[in-house]
């Protein structure tokens, strides 16, 4: 379990409090720091959405989604008892300012005196109403800070429009953007394996590394939201975001600190490097592709534009395979292939480092001689292994050597028994005031910057996406992106 740390009383009001990120994520977060102790006493949690519920519908509600989200073993009736009590509702309409009188009724006369944390789990094009409403309310002041779900915006410009509207209420100190892969366990620990550790840092050059691929894949399909996913695609959706907050933490510098502004100074400086892509770099070095009907883990799936509300005419990418290149002397001439996808095989996240080959083998012809890697795997379960090269046991006159794998998890006698969730340790930093997981708005903008480039190429080319059947690892043309490198993905058990 998490260490017993009790928190300062803090107002958690959940804008969306009975949409599906809130009951499948956020409250059963929410219940479990309560568990694990916390929640100062005086934590009040409201839920805030336009449907009339009631506070006696919300919980009931509230408890539903806790028994099918929550693991069993975590389920305790007396921890329920206690954060049944903190929960509260208000009927606000994000458009109607008169409705806001309801949730500061909820937050009482004593709002002001303890910080409040206002995460938006709402269509972003809400987030300005939100805001401009709690201000009108009188429920804003520099107690205050609030969480910003992605995606925000859809390319630089629409982003800017959100940013601007949230950032005429908030100061920038109070605005948390949230990544939830920010806040899984192995994410934190790659900085505490590049920079707690004499070994990797050194080497951690274009002198060592040969190629870096961050894939991130998806066994599902839209999953019933098909006229959401249609306007955003795989682009926008994963890569904007997921995908290059982790080059970030892979690529940038030593920060001087891990305070908020000197890690996302480092990130920032990746971001800025990342060259940008021109029409014919769009062509040569990005794949996207849309998945056909085929099997997913013995099930037969429809193909994207057969799935429910789907249009023939859909040019959305739902694969991208990308090859980035960082122009700074650290990474010069190392490619980082990004590739996401739905429908694939297997689900997983995972980041692989890989090493160049020795300069000269010393060992007989035909030694199973491979690269070193360094794979760090983020769900479904997370694990950093270090893949070196070993003798071979045996008498054989000639030496041979075999790959063998350097667990470098947490072990068994130091880890917790249970591992905390993304959006607990996420939450938490929120309600603490500690931002350094967070996304500050120059991140955002420098990152659309790079992401409208592959797009406006995309719409540019009017070339069709690519075909891979359901059940692939996508179209031929990715695995020729890396093989023209002389390279391959790495294959992952």
């Known amino acids: 379990m998490i260490q ?141 800070r609030v969480v910003m779900e992605k995606p925000i915006g859809k390319s630089l410009e629409t982003s800017k429009l959100i940013n601007d509207a949230v950032s005429a209420v908030f100061d920038e100190n109070n605005i948390y953007r949230i990544d939830h892969y920010m806040g899984k366990e192995t994410v934190q620990n790659l900085l505490a394996v590049r920079f707690g550790n004499a070994l990797f840092e050194p080497v951690w050059t274009n002198a060592h590394i040969d190629n870096v691929q961050i894939t991130v894949a998806e066994t599902v399909g839209v999953e019933g939201r098909w006229g959401y996913y249609d306007d955003s695609g795989a682009l926008r959706d994963m890569i904007q975001n997921h995908l290059l907050q982790l080059l970030c933490l892979v690529a940038m510098g030593v920060p001087v600190s891990l305070d908020p502004d000197a890690v996302r100074a480092e990130k920032l400086k990746v971001l800025k490097s990342l060259k940008k892509m021109s029409i014919d770099r769009v062509r040569r070095n990005t794949v996207r592709a849309q998945y056909t009907s085929g099997n997913v883990n013995g099930v037969q799936v429809p193909g994207y534009k057969d799935e429910e509300g789907g249009k023939p005419e859909s040019m959305t990418e739902t694969f991208v395979a990308i090859r980035a290149d960082i122009h700074n002397w650290r990474w010069r001439g190392v490619p980082f292939y990004l ?148 390279r391959s993905w790495h294959e992952s058990n």
């Open 339 to 486: 590739r996401t996808g739905k429908r694939l095989p297997a689900r997983y996240s995972e980041i692989v480092i890989q090493f160049k080959d020795v300069p000269h083998s010393i060992f007989p012809d035909g030694s199973n001689l491979s690269s070193n890697k360094l794979v760090i795997r983020l769900q479904p379960e997370e694990s950093i292994q270090l893949y070196m090269m070993n003798k071979l046991p045996g008498l054989s006159e000639r030496m041979q050597v075999t790959p063998v794998t350097l667990n470098l998890s947490m072990p068994d006698h130091l880890a917790d028994n249970r591992v905390p969730e993304a959006y607990e340790r996420l939450i938490l930093d929120v309600i603490r005031g500690n931002s350094t997981l967070f996304v500050h708005r120059d991140e955002v903008e420098a990152a659309w910057v790079w992401a409208d480039a592959v797009l406006d190429g995309w719409h540019q080319s009017t070339i069709a996406p690519h075909a891979y059947p359901a059940g692939s690892w996508g179209p031929q043309a990715a695995f020729e992106l890396v093989a023209r490198d002389g």
């Open 4 to 144: 017993s740390n009790v928190s300062f009383p803090c107002n958690v009001v959940i804008f969306g409090g009975n949409g599906d990120l809130a009951i499948r994520k956020l409250l059963p977060a929410l219940y479990n720091l309560d568990r694990a102790g916390y929640l100062g006493e005086g934590t009040q949690v409201i839920g805030a959405s336009r449907t009339d519920l009631g506070r006696d519908g919300y919980l009931k509600m509230v408890k539903k989604g806790l028994q099918e989200f929550v693991k069993k073993e975590d389920w305790d009736a007396d921890v329920w008892t206690r954060f049944s009590e903190r929960l509260n509702y208000a009927a606000v309409d994000a458009t109607k300012a008169e409705t806001f009188k309801l949730l500061s009724d909820a937050l009482g006369k004593g709002f002001k005196e303890q910080d409040t944390v206002y995460y938006m789990s709402t269509a972003p094009d809400f987030f300005g109403d939100i805001c401009s409403n709690l201000k009108k309310a009188g429920l804003v002041s520099n107690r205050c």
